[in-house]
């Protein structure tokens, strides 16, 4: 079971349930070792220390004793906002070595406060221990003196932590899936996919792979690859499904595992090339999100790539290749239009027009994703 799906949102396993108890008994060890003769007391913050104290105090090889405390919050004056009061020490804590056991450090605010509230209470010193820290949450000068993990920030689930009270229970650790917006961007040559995918990478936050700039950066290089391409692109054919495939998985997975989202640009344009993206997503527990057909007159995308071609100077954007390219749409590429009906998420754009209409229509699809 490594995803899981609580009310609206799916989290996968990030951290196995014998890393944790291995990093758990190694602070253990090293807590009772530093802390030898000392008889500690930790103050494990519920609720959701109450696992990671349970497995901390049972690895501990020196005396210790253990106490809960809860955090009760009460709206301040609006200057304060949301203030914390420690309630549950029932403790002498005099004279004591005190250590917070915390399962989460974020900003270090409610530890802070913590400490400035167990501190009026005379002990020896008071020590913090937390299972996980998100270094980049920190606002607070603090120092932590146990920390097993230091982690990204995401949201995290099991091992104590909940998503709404849900969760708790999970022995290993769960990670939020966040909403990847997979997006392919599809139409003619001279639909404009390059121009939005621009601004869908400025608006999202979305990366982006243009098998065409991918080939063209091959052929600069002279690559084999690129030498290969060359005389397919000169001719206004596609390249080898194959090798087109097998370009992409590298190109996709240099994302990393949790992106936004990628924009599929010029690719699939063949129906094995849709097959074979569904299949490579799959895989990885992906999936594309939405396609989007971008429709422009036959006669509006001659106009466009001979300006296209005079102003870049992109060898195949002539007359003659153009014309080829089009052929070659119109046999081998057009038909995923219904592939993509069939898979539920074909949605058509109206090409013609307004740039900034066209990205409003853009938009209102992938804000739904
Ligand atoms: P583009 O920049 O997307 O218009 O692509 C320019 C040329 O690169 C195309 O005419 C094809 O020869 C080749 N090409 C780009 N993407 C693909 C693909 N997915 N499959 C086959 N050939 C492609």
């Known amino acids: 079971m490594d995803r899981i799906t609580i009310k609206d949102k799916t989290f996968r396993v990030s951290m196995t349930e014998a890393e944790i108890k291995q990093r758990v008994r190694e602070l253990a060890q090293q807590m009772s070792r530093e802390l030898e003769g000392k008889n500690p007391l930790f103050l494990a913050v519920l609720n959701g220390a ?19 405390v809860k955090l009760a919050s009460y709206q301040g004056t609006t200057s304060t906002g949301t203030i914390h009061e420690v309630i549950g020490i029932n403790e002498d804590l005099t004279g004591r070595t005190v250590v917070i056991v915390e399962d989460i450090v974020e900003s270090g605010l409610t530890i802070r406060r913590m400490m400035e509230q167990i501190g009026t209470r005379h002990p020896a010193s008071v020590q913090v221990c937390t299972l996980f820290f998100k270094p980049e949450r920190l606002t607070e000068d603090l120092k932590l003196d146990y920390v097993a993990f230091e982690i990204p920030n995401d949201f995290i689930l099991g091992y104590g932590l909940d998503y709404d009270q849900q969760g708790r229970g ?23 996919k390059g121009t939005q995918s621009d601004k869908l990478i400025e608006k999202y936050g979305l990366n982006h792979i243009s098998t065409g700039d991918v080939l063209r950066a091959e052929i600069k290089k002279g690559s084999e690859l690129g030498k290969t391409a ?26 990393g595992k949790d992106h936004a989202g990628v924009i599929f640009d010029g690719f699939p344009r063949t129906i094995p090339q849709a097959e074979a993206l569904k299949a490579m997503l799959a895989e990885r527990g992906h999936e594309v999100a939405a396609m989007l057909e971008l429709d ?3 006669d509006e995308l001659m106009k466009r790539l001979l300006l296209r071609g005079q102003q870049s100077g ?6 003659e290749t153009i014309k080829k390219r089009l052929v070659v749409y ?24 307004d740039l900034d209409r066209i990205f409003g229509d853009i938009c209102a699809v992938v804000d739904n994703i």
């Not at 109450?50 to 809960?68: K, V, W």
């Not at 992109?314 to 007359?319: G, K, L, Q, V, Y």
């Open 230 to 255: 060359q005389q397919f692109i000169d001719n206004g054919q596609l390249i080898p499904d194959d090798l087109m495939v097998s370009i992409l998985a590298s190109v996709y997975d240099g994302f």
């Open 314 to 319: 992109r060898a195949d954007d002539n007359e």
């Open 330 to 353: 119109h046999s081998q590429t057009q038909p995923l239009i219904e592939w993509y009906k069939q898979e539920g998420i074909h949605h058509h754009i109206d090409g013609l027009g």
């Open 296 to 298: 422009v007159p036959e």
């Open 170 to 192: 999970l022995k290993d650790l769960y990670t939020l899936v966040k909403n990847m917006r997979n997006i392919v961007i599809f139409g003619a040559p001279g639909s404009g």
């Open 50 to 68: 109450f696992i990671f104290a349970a497995d901390l105090m049972r690895e501990m090889t020196i005396p210790c004793e253990i106490s809960f």
